[in-house]
């Protein structure tokens, strides 16, 4: 059975695997640059399913979308974060 891992294992493990392909690549952004590519086309699809929209206004459209993307993901960790804290009732 494996053992489950904590938080700071996994940001360890993350690390490392970061560590170990920045050492194998010469240009390490230009190794990510076709997962950047593909992230960002996911929110011009998101905004303009259809490709209707001028390329300068899906672009603009996009960039909001992604924005409200992070906006949401740190909302959701001040949360978790929160959640993890114990309260002053507690203490």
């Known amino acids: 059975m494996a ?3 904590t938080a700071a294992e996994r940001t360890e493990l993350a ?3 970061a560590y170990t392909l920045h050492s194998q690549v ?3 952004v230009a190794r990510l640059e076709p997962a950047r590519r593909g992230f960002r086309a996911k929110f011009e699809q998101e905004v303009d399913p259809d490709g209707v ?8 459209r996009a960039e909001l979308a992604m ?3 992070m906006a949401r993901l ?3 960790a001040i949360r978790a ?3 993890k804290q ?3 009732d507690a203490a």
């Open 3 to 5: 053992t489950k891992t």
């Open 67 to 69: 924005k409200a993307h």
């Open 53 to 60: 929209l001028s390329q300068d206004e899906r672009e603009r």
């Open 15 to 17: 690390r490392l695997a």
């Open 81 to 83: 974060k929160a959640a």
């Open 74 to 76: 740190r909302v959701k």
């Open 86 to 88: 114990p309260t002053a």
């Open 26 to 28: 010469a240009d390490p």
